[in-house]
């Protein structure tokens, strides 16, 4: 079975400071590895996927997620926080055998404050 | 449609009552699924349809639960005899093409926050 945790219910960042929101995974063989976001009243939005090759994958608004295989990983960070960041994150995995089941964590609230 | 239509927004039922569930997803996506939001937890996975296969039901939660999709466009989640344990927020979400074959982008709608009293 395949799953996620995120370890924090909440992270709190003052604005213009680096932020990291915390994801590890357990999967069969090799994953599939996402995060998505969820602002006040909207639905959840895509940001960055990790499918293969470099480690280090970009994505939408600034965020960044580095995947680390030995620590079955995949942290969301960026350089400097804003207070418009401040939502609700989601990490996903999924088994590149596992059919088209996304597995979701319970999702990290981001505050970051002015 | 511009982008996954949910609807109701809210739906307010009475245990024991039958309640129904729409989803309109983007036109032209071939995949759509059902996930559950209850408070506090994260996204629990409910069933996926792609195009015109057998739908990959095997995350609903008992056979109160049930889902179709009509012409491979609007699916509804149909929930019966509604317990007080289905509350939560009921999320659709679309994509273009089955998860691996490089579109693994999932576009979700607003959800329906289903309160059973």
């Known amino acids: 079975a395949q799953s996620v945790a995120q370890p924090e219910d909440q992270v709190n960042v003052a604005e213009g400071n680096p932020l990291t929101v915390k994801c590890t995974y357990s999967?069969?063989?090799?994953?599939?590895l996402f995060w998505y976001v969820q602002y006040p009243n909207r639905g959840l939005q895509f940001l960055l996927k990790?499918?293969?090759?470099?480690?280090l994958v970009k994505g939408s608004y600034g965020f960044e997620a580095e995947f680390n295989k030995s620590q079955t990983s995949f942290h969301l960070k960026k350089p400097s926080a804003l207070v418009s960041d401040s939502a609700l994150y989601f990490c996903?995995?999924?088994?590149?055998?596992?059919?088209?089941?996304?597995?979701f964590g319970g999702g990290t609230r981001l505050m970051v404050k002015p | 449609g511009a982008g996954v239509s949910q609807s109701p927004s809210n739906k307010v039922t009475e245990k024991g009552k039958d309640v129904e569930l729409r989803c309109d997803p983007i036109?032209?996506?071939?995949?759509l699924y059902w996930y559950r939001q209850s408070l506090g937890q994260g996204l629990e996975f409910l069933i996926y349809?792609?195009?015109?296969?057998?739908?990959?039901k095997s995350g609903l939660p008992s056979d109160r639960f049930s889902a179709e999709r009509t012409g491979g466009s609007v699916s509804t989640l149909t929930i019966q005899r509604t317990q007080q344990e289905d509350s939560a927020v009921y999320l659709c979400?679309?994509?273009?093409?089955?998860?691996?074959?490089?579109?693994?982008?999932?576009?979700f709608g607003s959800g329906t926050q289903l309160s059973v009293l």
């Open positions: 979400a679309s994509s273009l093409a089955p998860l691996g074959t490089g579109a693994e982008k999932l576009f």
């Open positions: 036109s032209g996506h071939t995949a």
């Open positions: 999967v069969s063989g090799n994953p599939y």
């Open positions: 990790y499918i293969t090759g470099d480690n």
């Open positions: 349809f792609q195009g015109n296969s057998a739908p990959d």
């Open positions: 996903a995995v999924r088994a590149r055998n596992a059919g088209n089941m996304l597995t």
